[in-house]
């Protein structure tokens, strides 16, 4: 009983990352290579799962969110600009997630149908969240989860060559252009985010988890590591095995319910509509908890009150952060073209990604100081795994930039 009363943050941060942008993410990967590029999805999750374990370590070992120790460890400026990036990365992700939501209600219901159902679902999800408990938000987001097991469904419909989808988790395939490097760059930023950082740590906090919870802690962290990479394989093998030997290339105007229309004439119209519904709870579980993430880390910083079932007097702040961030992002989405939502989409992925590394060497910082973490500093190995990320994104990032000069 004890176990299942902490799991929970693990689980819900996996499962946020394959949302909208995520499921555009893998989609191109497979369609544009094969199966090609699962052994970086493979490399991709270890590396979600030892910084995930160090956010959670944290909140464990200091009873503080992420943000908290920024603002007391490295002073105001330094919170500050952890909190623009944060803010921007967080707001191009919300605005994603609306996209996803708009393109599958487009999808699976009639077109221009979005503009009246999405002021709609967003009060929906303002109320789940304003006027839900921890727990309550918890248990939606727990149930939630399931509809994700829809990928697999159309991963099997699609007749993937397993043979050759093992012998890729374990090939390193590489090609030096810059549209492999924009999609591998994709794959890690809509995988590891700044906010996931921010919300599982401040979701434990918030939890009231101790350090006697501390295995079912990485017991939940390793259930979701393995759940987003599976769901995430899911989606690229479906696509790798369907759009990639058509020669059907999801381009910079496509978006995830494009690729669940591509995917119709080769799995079948149910297994299509099925990876349309995935995009449409993906969005809505992203839209609860990437602004959620947002609003925990910015009153987080600056010292006010913040968590889930206070009221909006209790904590105006928090309150008010996340309702400009859902408002605003769906307003955006319903007065754009509906050509852009591609765009829009595929956004967070490269903004994550580019700012991740700022947000993962302060973590570091405070990981590895003695008197925060006491004897929860972080290993060795977990230092390498960490210290590798940061350094293969900013490579990644800088040859990207040369190529396309280039």
């Known amino acids: 009983m004890l176990a299942l009363a902490v799991i929970g943050p693990g689980i819900i941060v996996g499962n946020a990352d394959n949302d909208p942008s995520g499921i555009y993410g893998y989609s191109v990967a497979g ?66 997630e609306f996209a996803g939501i708009s393109a599958a209600v487009g999808l699976l219901f009639k077109p221009g149908i979005h503009r009246f159902l999405m002021p709609l679902l967003t009060f929906v999800i303002w109320i789940i969240v304003m006027r839900g408990s921890y727990r309550g938000v ?4 727990l ?10 469904v159309t991963a099997v419909m699609a007749h993937p060559n397993w043979q050759e989808v093992s012998r890729s988790f374990v090939t390193p395939h590489v090609k030096m252009s810059s549209d492999y490097m924009r999609v ?10 700044p906010w996931g950082l921010f919300f599982i740590q401040s979701s434990i906090r918030d939890k009231g988890i101790s350090a006697r919870h501390y295995r079912y802690v990485r017991m939940d962290i390793i259930a979701g590591s393995i759940f987003v990479g599976f769901i995430a394989a899911c989606i690229l093998i479906a696509c790798a095995a369907t759009l990639h030997p058509k020669g059907i290339y999801l381009g910079m105007n496509a978006n995830a319910a494009d690729a669940a229309k ?25 839209a609860i908890v990437v602004p959620l993430s947002t609003a925990y880390a910015i009153t987080e910083s600056l010292g006010w009150e913040s968590g889930l079932g206070r009221r909006i007097r209790e904590a105006p702040l928090f309150a008010g952060v996340y309702g400009v961030l859902i408002f605003l992002s769906a307003l955006v989405v319903i007065v754009s073209n509906p050509d852009n939502l ?19 060497v302060l973590a570091l910082k405070l990981v590895n100081n003695k008197e925060i973490m006491g004897n929860y500093v972080n290993t060795r190995w977990a230092n390498v795994i960490t210290w590798s990320t940061a350094i293969v994104i900013i490579t990644l990032s800088i040859a990207l930039a040369v190529l396309t000069f280039i």
């Open 138 to 141: 918890e248990r939606i987001l």
């Open 262 to 286: 591509a995917l119709a004439p080769f799995v079948g119209r149910w297994a299509s509509t099925l990876f349309a519904i995935g995009v449409l709870n993906a969005g809505m579980f992203g």
């Open 31 to 96: 369609a544009s290579y094969g199966y090609g590029m699962l052994w970086m999805l493979a490399l991709i999750i270890i590396s979600l799962y030892v910084i995930q374990e160090m956010c959670a370590r944290m909140a464990i070992a200091t009873g503080k969110g992420l943000a908290d120790l920024i603002r007391e460890e490295f002073g105001i400026k330094i919170a500050l600009l952890a909190m623009v990036t944060l803010f921007i990365a967080n707001f191009s992700t919300t605005i994603s």
């Open 184 to 193: 591998a760059i994709s794959l890690i930023g809509t995988t590891i985010t």
């Open 143 to 152: 149930a939630a989860s399931f509809i994700y097991l829809s990928y697999v």
């Open 342 to 360: 591609g765009f829009l989409i595929q956004l967070p992925n490269i903004v994550g990604c580019i700012l991740l590394p700022i947000i993962l």
